[in-house]
């Protein structure tokens, strides 16, 4: 378990409730890229695989909750979408 691993993690972590509240508050995708999004989702599942298979501990916990932060603010980029449309 790597100190700086847990602080990247909680510091992204922290972050991505306010853009999840901008999203959902704005209604709209102004400034939002969906790529962007997947791309960091991407890499929390590639986290949470190398946990798994080979070096598992708790800090699995933080990728899967971040992981989930960003899956909560796609959703709301689609919901935006349908909005706005």
């Given at each position: 378990?790597?100190?700086?691993?847990?602080?990247?993690?909680?510091?992204?972590?922290?972050?991505w409730?306010?853009?999840?509240?901008?999203?959902?508050?704005?209604?709209?995708?102004?400034?939002?890229s969906?790529?962007?999004?997947?791309?960091?989702?991407?890499?929390?599942?590639?986290?949470?695989?190398?946990?798994?298979?080979?070096?598992?501990?708790?800090?699995?916990?933080?990728?899967?909750?971040?992981?989930?932060m960003?899956?909560?603010?796609?959703?709301?980029?689609?919901r935006?979408s349908?909005?706005?449309?």
């Amino acid at each position: 378990m790597s100190i700086f691993e847990i602080i990247m993690l909680l510091c992204f972590g922290f972050a991505w409730p306010f853009s999840i509240y901008k999203s959902y508050k704005a209604r709209t995708n102004s400034g939002k890229s969906v790529v962007f999004l997947y791309i960091i989702l991407l890499g929390y599942l590639a986290g949470i695989m190398h946990k798994t298979f080979y070096n598992f501990d708790l800090v699995i916990i933080l990728y899967i909750v971040n992981g989930l932060m960003v899956l909560a603010d796609i959703m709301l980029y689609y919901r935006n979408s349908r909005l706005t449309a």
